[in-house]
């Protein structure tokens, strides 16, 4: 028997039973055990919120509800999950085996991603472009109508905030499919949506499979938009079921983020941050900085230190309140780390520390945080994004070698650098073919940093206002005025 069941889904407003009758069993991973059952949605399920967020589409959200109505909406909504943070992120924490301290600080950023949006809710407009003196022009900006958001299992929280801020906030409606390994928050979070009363339609969460429910989604025609945060491999499928209406889309594709080290770098900062940019949320995140590149005068000691301080993380069970990392949330997800370790080792690469199951835990999906040395930058450690608890250490000679090597990889989510002189700094931001390059710290993440990657990490930004325009249409309108008989081709 598992400890939670949450036997309906929601659409159009209302907890209906899944037409599969079917559920998803999720797996607590830090025992390998089901402890919860979702009702599972399928296509016939995705069609009808479909249909809900249309008729949302063209009922009161679009004619009635003001801008500002729909910001006091998304504050409610954040105020509601502050309100819920430590029961909700307890539930994530079993769901995907971060430890509390992460997914309390998920559901409290989430807040303020929800927060950011409604702000921004009545901030949304056009502008007026003084193109000729007799005729009017201006913008609108209109939202692009159904958006289907399908998310991944890491941060599932976090990640729905910023879906549905900004596409709340511009006044569409959401289909939300959770990831097949974390539905519980989602089923959490359409009780809040409901308590803070969106209109019925607005908001629908349908747990279920990629291949069916999420596959559904991205090829619906009633589907304006998929906002999708995941693999690049998946991304590819949804891009073409996607071109059957020529959808918009959002894609977050993870990355291989490089993260140099100079040798004029405050080392002690740049110690800690590396660390905890490498192994935190057990390397399940999209912008780890998994490539570590350090200048070579300082390259062994930092090697060492890191190394020593990778060796000293606390790995444990996610609701004990000392654990630093949990383990990885699923068993496809170990075995894809422990097969990149296997292929580092074989393709000569130096393992320092880690590579194994941690002492003391003979269940569960856990992995020591584990560091490699002389990795080469071409070797599949050094260009394939693991989402495991990996670093590779690169060691360079000059800024030029750091551009060069940094940016030989498809993807370009996250670039980071630490460095003393300014002018380098600036050029380097400029060189690195990245979303976003910060310098002297790692991967600032914030709602009004407009965040998203080049290649392969993705197509179009969340965050910021930038969020905003990717889920709008812009309808440009011009009025004549002039007085002046127009000029007319066939006059004569
Ligand atoms: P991972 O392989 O790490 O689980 P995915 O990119 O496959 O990452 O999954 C991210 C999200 O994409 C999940 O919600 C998943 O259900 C969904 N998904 C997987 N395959 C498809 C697909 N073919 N079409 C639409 N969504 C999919």
Partial sequence: ????????????????????????????????????EVAEADERDVDLAAAAARSAMQGPWSSRVTPAQRGELLYRLAGLLRRDAARIAELES???????????????????????????ADKIGGEQIPFRPNALAYTRREPVGVVGAILPWNSPMLLYSWKLGPALAAGNAVVLKPAEQTPVSAMELARLIAEARFPAGV????????????????AHPGVNKISFTGSHATAR???????????????????????????????????????????????????????????????????????????????GMPLDKSTQIGPQTSAEQLAKTQSYIATGKQQGAQLITGGGRPQGFDRGYFIEPTVFAGVENRSRLAQEEIFGPVLAVIPFDSEEEAIALANDVEYGLVAGLWTADVSRAHRMAAALQSGLVTVNTFRTTHPMLPYGGYKLSGVGRESGMEAIHHYTEVKTVVV?????????????
């Avoid at 407003?13 to 390998?32: A, C, N």
């Avoid at 993870?254 to 900062?269: L, N, Q, T, Y």
């Avoid at 998994?290 to 090697?303: A, D, G, H, I, N």
Wanted: proline letters at 6%; charged letters at 25%.
């Fill in 1 to 36: 028997m598992s400890e939670r069941t949450y036997d309906r889904i929601y659409i159009g407003g209302e907890w209906v039973r899944p037409h599969s009758g079917r559920s998803i069993s999720s797996i607590d991973p830090s025992t390998e055990e089901v402890w919860a």
């Fill in 203 to 218: 908001v629908n969460v349908v747990p279920g499979y990629g291949q069916t429910a999420g596959a559904a989604l991205a």
């Fill in 480 to 492: 004549d005025f002039d007085p002046a008989p127009p000029a007319d081709p066939f006059a004569d």
């Fill in 94 to 120: 079993r769901d995907n085996g971060k430890p509390l301290r992460d997914t309390l600080g998920e559901m409290q950023r989430a807040a303020e991603w929800l927060t950011f949006f409604a702000g921004a």
């Fill in 237 to 315: 499928k949804i891009m073409q079921s996607a071109s059957v209406n020529l959808k918009r889309l959002t894609f977050e594709c993870g990355g291989k983020s490089p993260h140099i080290i100079f040798a004029d770098a405050d080392v002690e900062r740049a110690l800690v941050v590396a660390t905890q940019s490498a192994f935190r949320s057990t390397g399940q995140s999209c912008s780890l900085g998994s490539r570590l590149f350090v200048q070579k005068p300082l390259y062994s000691e930092f090697l060492d230190r890191i190394a020593a301080r990778a060796r000293r993380i606390r790995v």
